[in-house]
């Protein structure tokens, strides 16, 4: 079974920092592209960042690059999102997604982290 | 980037009916579009593929259709269980783009 569990989330102030972790079981993690898609309380869904397999390539939304990083570890089944310089428009619920095929949609989500950035 | 507009923005629906949702892409996006329900307090989940590919697990009332700039999602007897928000959404190019939603309220 496919399980995604993402930690890290809380409230900070604006401009300070935070890094989610997402935690990936029941397949194999390094086989899989990699993505953070956010929600904003009671809003939509926000394509965040995505990373290859291999982590050798990322990719970002002109609202996120510059200030967030998608990284992994393969070694430890890990996906990580370390967000700078957080706004209160990055306020939101973070999902870590598997890829499907290549790259193109999300076939597994996580619970979600929420993140708050409020002085 | 693509937009996608989704419509209606909310659908009553009675239990039992086939509905349709659709959804529009301000350019081509050949059929790399896909479409997640998210219930109430829930992650979405992936129920269409490719616009029109079947999902391992969903229902089998659930269909889509289209290709280029007009898709549509379809219900097939609609049951209470599916009363929630539909998103669609495009990897065709980049930055991957979701529509704002449509949700299925009880008439």
């Known amino acids: 079974e496919v399980q995604l569990v993402e930690t890290g989330g809380g409230l900070v102030q604006p401009g300070r920092s935070l890094k989610l972790s997402c935690v990936a079981s029941?397949?194999?993690?390094?086989?899989?592209?990699m993505s953070w898609t956010r929600q904003a309380p009671g809003k939509g869904l926000e394509w965040v960042a995505s990373?290859?397999?291999?982590?050798?390539?990322?990719y970002y939304p002109d609202s996120v690059k510059g200030r967030f990083t998608i990284s992994r570890d393969n070694a430890q089944n890990t996906l990580y999102l370390q967000m700078n310089s957080l706004r209160s428009e990055d306020t939101a619920t973070y999902y870590c997604?598997?890829?499907?095929?290549?790259?193109?949609?999300?076939?597994?989500w996580g619970q979600g982290v929420m993140v708050t950035v409020s002085s | 980037d693509v937009v996608l507009t989704q419509s209606p923005a909310t659908l009553s629906v009675t239990p039992g009916e086939r509905i349709s949702l659709s959804c529009r892409a301000s350019?081509?996006?050949?059929?790399?579009l896909h479409w997640y329900q998210q219930k109430p307090n829930e992650s979405p989940r992936l129920l269409i593929k490719?616009?029109?590919q079947s999902i391992s697990g969903i229902p089998s009332r659930f269909s889509g259709s289209g290709s280029g700039t007009d898709f549509t999602l379809s219900i097939n007897g609609v049951e209470l269980e599916d009363l929630s928000i539909y998103y669609c959404?495009?990897?065709?190019?980049?930055?991957?783009?979701f529509g704002a939603g449509t949700k299925l309220e009880l008439k």
């Open positions: 997604t598997r890829d499907g095929t290549y790259a193109s949609y999300f076939d597994y």
């Open positions: 029941g397949f194999t993690f390094n086989n899989y592209w």
């Open positions: 990373i290859t397999n291999s982590g050798g390539s990322t």
């Open positions: 350019e081509s996006v050949d059929t790399y």
């Open positions: 490719y616009a029109s």
């Open positions: 959404q495009q990897g065709n190019s980049l930055p991957y783009t």
